[in-house]
């Protein structure tokens, strides 16, 4: 099949869809050069259309009316950058069910409703890319459906949101409270002046729900994923975790375990020297563990217009090439469509445990007792800055392998204690 | 184009052949899922058909002449695990000629004879993957090829021999010789009984062509790169590195500046805080720099049975996926054939300088005329260890950005002063 050219429609004019215009116009002589034939922006659907923005566009291209693209037959690939559930999944919905390719940049879209828009796309023979999706500008989506497809997958682990890890970063080097540190990320422009879609997981979440689908070839969606975001975490934990030779980042962890897959975002202790452990700052990584490969690594900076656009442009490319060449029909990823996803009470890990406790004998026999009785086993203790005035001590436990219920039930067996009085904090460990 | 099945025929059944056969024969099932219709190892050729092996093959598969395996039409794909450049350059070109796709785990075939193989394959309809000549287990191949396809890679810094960081690794943390460090690799098989291949960076010149050549998709051989091993590094280069606030390591870096491509393999100073400058032991790693997506590094096992079959394997499904769907034409990315490489008397960099002088006044003076003579610039100075017997001390000079040729031309006119007993060394400075 011979083409002249291939026709692009964009779909919002954001952050993202101002950098993929403004690169897919300036670069469009090396692009034609890759693809072998034109790549074409014909048209870009904005909510305001009067607006100041970061690239200028021919007026012609600019259209306020989503159905100019859908309804375009020059239009082989529509380009979603519009962000949130609605309108971009109906408008990609109907793109795929009109057999056009579709790129897009929405996470909440791709861990939602990924096998729904899978499933047009397949029936329409076209195919739904979603690179930009996670992990701005790393090449993470195509490694996991492709490069790695040799390997059964035991297990990933990943710093998937710069702002959370931005934050860390500095309450690590500086022993600053959380407050502290997100001050200075949203004065530095990496943190929003409302957070919490960072700081409690949610972005994380959304983007595992993404990589864990891929991983196990499956299903998972974002209501399946364990999420505790880093607001419980105090400088103390980050002190403690020096000593004991950790860091402490929030991971967004899937992992499969006698067949049961679980993913999780949380808050962790991660040894020193394990990979993940030095990556700091805004920088995104994520370790990939592969039953043949071992752990792959891969870092890079997470989010931002022209990292972001280095993915939706490169899935554009892939798309056109496809295009190109006449193929009808894509290799399936997503053949486990059944594989189960279970919950955090059999979650196996380590755990390090936080508590201020009354400073006198036998405070310390009670608390093993508790764990004791739970099946929690003891790796190490250290009784840590008693407060004389206050007659009270603090003690830092670290675990052997435990049941999260079992070490659930044990936290609120030790809160009941009269020698316990506060569990400062419990904090996975893992690695 | 339907098809029932895809046949396999490899060439060579040492550590990475046995790796391959023995995935394939135990995954067939899982693989059949992958790919659509099983992949079928047909034949493998060995030299001597009694060698006992780590995997154990039906007795039909096994060949000694390669015409049973290049004229078998139920051959589809030919894996070659064989290394060095003869036979397997004549086998592969055959096999693309008869319209064989192939796969090659081959750098020396791939650095060296890069563009006869792509234009047969390009004639032939074919392709030739070879994503396990670099870089083991860590997909590096195929994101240069098509995951930052929108960018304009800029440069690209590279860990790529185990061995030798190994050794660097060790001889950092402990404070030890190349000679000892070589010793401990030599003890737990990181390194082999003759390590020139690695200590003196062939094996890291061969792989950075391939490299090199994908990043700004031309032809780098390994004659244009230049090649410097860690022979000359002693335990104070090391202690001087770690007060100045750098690791050192091999580095394989090719660059485009003004247009001139230059790639090269020597010891560097890299900057503690940068993301290569913390990948220790026998990990691998590559940074690639792209003008949208800032620095991306991929890190793993770089070598290895397992992780290069991982990528073996991967390779083999990609063309099974094509040949299943029919593609006759692949996307060509070498299309710049006429780029410029250039040599090293034009880099632009910085230098660490390490020199022995006469322990008296005046000598500082001296040494800096001849810099400036040669128009090198001076960062900075530090005065080492006096040795009062010796009359003589050390100073460490840090150099601002210079060209290679007034480096060299400053160190020897340095060397010729009678107040220099010694230039101990000389590291370029990156990052």
Known sequence: VARDSIGVGLLGLGVVGSGVARILLERASTYRERVGVPLILRRVLVREPEKTRAVELPADLVVTD????????????????????????????????????????????????SSELLGIAQRSGVDILFEASVGGGIPLIAPLKRDLLANEITGLSAIINGTTNYILTRMAAEGITLEDALSQAQALGYAEPDPAYDIEGTDAAFKLAIMAGLAFRTEVVP???????????????????????????????????DGVIRARVHPAFLPADELLAKVDGVYNAVQIDGDLTGKVLFQGQGAG??????????DIIDCAHDIALGIAQQPQWRINPNAEVG?????????????????????????????????????????????????????????????????????????????????????????
């Open 305 to 314: 217009s022209l990292p972001t656009t280095s993915a939706v442009v490169a």
């Open 223 to 257: 209501s399946q994923v364990y999420r505790e975001g880093i607001g419980r975490l105090t400088p103390r934990d980050f002190r403690y975790a020096a000593e004991l030779g950790y860091s402490i980042k929030l991971l967004a962890i899937c992992r499969r375990d």
């Open 66 to 113: 989503p159905r100019l693209i859908l309804e375009d037959d020059s239009i082989d690939i529509v380009v979603e950058a519009m962000g949130g559930l609605k309108p971009a999944y109906e408008l990609l919905a109907e793109a795929l069910t009109r057999r056009k390719f579709v790129v897009t940049a929405n996470k909440e879209v791709m861990a939602t409703h």
């Open 343 to 431: 919950g955090m009470d059999d979650l196996e890990t380590r755990y390090y445990i936080r508590l201020t406790v009354a400073d006198r004998p036998g405070v310390f026999a009670e608390i093993a007792t508790q764990l004791g009785k739970n099946m929690i086993s003891i790796a190490s203790v250290i009784q840590k800055e008693a407060d004389e005035t206050a007659q009270s001590a603090e003690i830092v436990i670290m675990t052997h392998r435990s049941r999260e219920s079992a070490l659930r039930a044990a936290i609120e067996d030790l809160s009941a204690l009269d020698c316990v009085f506060e569990v400062g904090n419990y904090i996975r460990v893992e690695g």
